[in-house]
């Protein structure tokens, strides 16, 4: 298996830019995590799906940000107007949950942004 | 989740035995002791997990203390590329439980 895919893996961008951030999970994962890592904060969780369903976005930082799951083998985050403080290395994690697996999550290479 | 104790760094000298300590003393009886790692510029690698026995694989070792409060992750002839950062997490191992990971210990294998 190829792993986490993300794309692309630098992006820089202008304040005010919409970004789009992609993620193809592990096939037959069920869930998948967006990361967002700072020197500041270091990892900190953003939002997770279950079944493409968003179970949990309490980490969103505000309305700038959006996450979509249309599909099983798709994720986006979006931000939107972009600000300079969003700079940062952003990480898509999946895992297959249930009873009787490790629900270990497998992490992306990261895509890195800078907003200028 | 219960919240976790490394330390900042250590060193380990190339082909040495590496032995990350973390404590988790507020732990309850149904979270499971995780350990991942990142190397620089990296996405953080899944290592080893256990509940409370000692667990063994290709990468690792984890000893769990038996009351359960603390763990040591081994790494038992470290390289050159070991070196990163290492994380402990504890968390219930149920559906769609998230990882917080703290600072984790930085770990720098000298040769």
């Known amino acids: 298996d190829a792993g986490v895919i993300q794309s692309p893996r630098h992006e820089v961008t202008e304040m005010g830019q919409e970004v789009t951030l992609r993620c193809k999970p592990i096939?037959?994962?069920?869930?998948l995590f967006w990361y967002r890592q700072t020197m500041m904060r270091g990892l900190e969780l953003l939002i997770y799906?279950?079944?493409?369903?968003?179970?949990?976005d309490s980490g969103m930082p505000e309305d700038r940000f959006s996450a979509k799951m249309p599909n099983a083998s798709f994720s986006t985050l979006k931000i939107q107007p972009s600000e300079p403080r969003d700079s940062a290395v952003y990480f898509c994690?999946?895992?297959?949950?249930?009873?009787?697996?490790?629900?270990?999550?497998?992490f992306g290479a990261g895509t890195r942004l800078s907003v200028l | 989740d219960a919240k976790t104790t490394q330390p900042t760094s250590m060193d380990c000298a190339e082909g040495r035995a590496a032995n990350l300590p973390c404590n988790h003393s507020?732990?309850?009886?149904?979270?499971?002791v995780y350990w991942y790692r990142q190397i620089h510029s990296q996405g953080p690698q899944y290592i080893i997990h256990?509940?409370?026995n000692n667990e063994t694989n290709e990468m690792a070792s984890l000893i769990i203390t038996e009351d359960r409060k603390s763990s040591t992750l081994i790494l038992p002839h470290a390289t050159l590329r070991d070196t990163a950062v290492y994380y402990c997490?504890?968390?219930?191992?149920?559906?769609?439980?998230?990882?917080?990971f703290g600072p984790g210990t930085r770990l720098s294998v000298l040769p």
């Open positions: 994690a999946s895992s297959r949950q249930g009873l009787r697996t490790k629900n270990i999550q497998y």
């Open positions: 096939s037959g994962h069920n869930s």
């Open positions: 799906f279950n079944n493409n369903v968003p179970i949990d």
């Open positions: 507020t732990i309850s009886g149904n979270e499971y």
């Open positions: 256990g509940l409370k």
């Open positions: 997490i504890v968390r219930r191992d149920n559906y769609g439980q998230n990882f917080v």
